[in-house]
């Protein structure tokens, strides 16, 4: 039977902490258990060596004395503790003098130590079993041999090891849920962008992340919410662009046929007029001249359908705006209750459609003139803003709801009696066609402002898009 233990990411980076720290833990104790076991063994060892040098300036003084019986004595009483193996008294020709171990008086050491003159530390091996051996100098060139066993010095491995190791326990006992505490409530917020991810995977991008802090998490959160909203952004842009083919489709296929019969109706009330005596027939001429009216009227709608439905590349050449809106307020009938103000600054020329610019500019005045219908003020002004010039139309009409402002530029959109609702659009594709940008503010019945960003020089605009 196969157990899959599947771990969350906050899981497996907590047992890593922990892994890590008690490693380190460790580590850090069993070094420490190192230097503390040699320190204490350093100890033992200067300890027996301070004995063997006291055996052997014990045994000088018996020898001065005469007192055999007293160095016999001494070698004994010097292997009295349970961890020494032997004390011996070598001479300088290696025969073991005297030594706590009757049987081996007589035999004879073949080793360099038996020539030493001063104390030195050796390790032997005495009946099968690791032992140390201090070797001190003392008189005539004999030399006290001390052998002592190393199970006190392997018990202080194993104790200050398991020191080390019951360290280490206490420390994962602590660390552990202490470790999964803390990586659990820091990458908190990485599992939540893990579950709005999936979110957005299911087509919900009506989500944002809780941004708390401005470390690497929140850089994290705040490029999710730009990503998320960029997302949005193109998802709408992707809707608009295919609602906008579709109804392009629709309009070219509309307006071809539209046109023919209202041409024909165009002519036919041509021909009446030329046939009737409309000063005899004034109720017959006025309404043949109201059929003209809305034939025009119908005409405009199919001539903003088909521009609707074409993809016209604006032909840029320079463009001198104070001339072009003085034309465009030409071709615009103003009303004697409305005022018209220019305050346009020493602006330069700029490159763009001289004929699409007219059309925008003649749709936003048209659109001012029909907000004031008792009258008012439509100022239009300009200035330098860096590389791009800013124009302003305002005007002291009906204003605009707010409702209604985010859906100006929307196909087919329209508040009027008459229309389809296509000539912001028009005008906003158009700006968008030059680089530019299209915005308004509006506040009910005190009037509409419409604000329009033109760059100076198209070149400047590719190259800040190179960059």
């Not at 497996?12 to 892994?19: D, E, G, R």
Request: overall charge negative; proline content about 3%; charged content about 25%.
């Amino acid at each position: 039977m196969v157990v899959d233990l599947k771990l969350s990411f906050s899981s497996k980076v907590s047992l890593i902490v922990v892994i890590v720290v008690i490693l380190s833990i460790h580590l850090y104790a069993s070094i420490e258990a190192m230097i503390e076991s040699q320190r204490i063994i350093q100890g033992i060892i200067d300890e027996k060596r301070k004995v063997n040098e006291l055996i052997a300036f014990s045994l000088e003084s018996a020898e001065y004395q005469s007192l055999t019986w007293y160095k016999k004595y001494i070698i004994m009483k010097a292997a009295e503790p349970e961890d020494v193996v032997y004390c011996r008294l070598v001479k300088p020709s290696g025969e073991i003098l005297l030594s706590s171990i009757e049987e081996e008086r007589g035999m004879y050491i073949l080793d360099p130590a038996i020539h030493a003159n001063e104390t030195l530390v050796k390790s032997d091996v005495f009946n099968g079993e690791k032992i140390i051996v201090i070797v001190s100098p003392t008189y005539h060139g004999y030399t006290v041999w001390l052998g002592f066993s190393v199970a006190q010095i392997n018990a202080v491995f194993i104790q200050t090891y398991m020191q080390a190791a019951v360290m280490t326990f206490m420390a994962a006992l602590v660390l552990a849920p202490t470790s999964y505490f803390i990586v659990s409530r820091y990458l908190r917020p990485v599992k939540e962008l893990t579950d709005l991810c999936k979110e957005v995977g299911r087509g919900n991008f009506d989500v944002q992340a809780s941004v708390k802090s401005e470390d690497e998490i929140g850089l994290l959160g705040n490029t999710f919410n730009n990503m998320i909203n960029d997302l949005k952004r193109l998802r709408e842009e992707i809707r608009r662009s295919e609602r906008l083919s579709a109804i392009g489709q629709l309009a070219a296929m509309v307006s071809h046929d539209l046109r023919n019969p209202l041409t024909a109706i165009a002519n036919a009330v041509y021909y009446l007029k030329t046939k009737i005596n409309l000063s005899e027939n004034e109720r017959v001429g006025k309404m043949l001249t109201i059929i003209e009216e809305e034939v025009k009227h119908a005409d405009k709608i199919i001539t903003d359908l088909l521009d609707f439905s074409r993809v016209r590349k604006p032909e840029f050449k320079e463009v001198d705006l104070t001339s072009l809106v003085k034309a465009s307020l030409d071709n615009v009938k103003i009303p004697d209750n409305i005022e018209v103000k220019i305050e346009l600054d020493q602006i330069p020329p700029i490159e763009a459609d001289t004929e699409d610019l007219r059309r925008v500019f003649i749709n936003i005045i048209q659109n001012a003139v029909q907000a004031m219908p008792k009258g008012g003020k439509l100022t239009i002004s300009a200035k330098k803003l860096g590389e791009y010039i800013e124009l302003k139309f305002s005007d002291t009409g009906i204003g605009i709801p707010k409702e209604n402002l985010e859906k100006l530029f929307t196909p087919l959109f329209t508040t009027k009696a008459k229309g389809v609702g296509l000539g912001l659009c028009i005008c906003k594709r158009i700006i968008d066609a030059h680089h530019g940008n299209i915005e308004v503010e509006s506040e009910v019945g005190k009037g509409t402002t419409f604000t329009i960003k033109l760059p100076i020089n198209q070149n400047y605009i590719k190259e800040e898009n190179q960059n």
